[in-house]
């Protein structure tokens, strides 16, 4: 098992849901749910597994589970 690390950067409470990746390891995330009770960080590992085709729970956040600017570590 390999695993991958990128940089994502999440906008919370977003009219629309929005996934871009800017470069190779760096992703820029929309999601329409609050930065509470951990809804937002659940919503992201979603959007990031189904980018990867891979199952959610082989997402994980490394650093920055309260902030913006978070560091995924993704098992392939």
Known sequence: MVTKYIHVSVIVNAKKEKFVQKNEGHFLISVKEKAE???????????????????????????????????LGVDF
Do not use: Q, T, Y
């Not at 085709?53 to 994980?60: E, P, W």
């Open 37 to 71: 009770r951990n809804m937002a960080n659940a919503r992201v590992l979603e959007l990031v597994a189904e980018h990867f085709k891979i199952s959610k729970n082989k997402v994980r956040i490394i650093n920055g589970h309260r902030s913006p600017s978070k560091i």
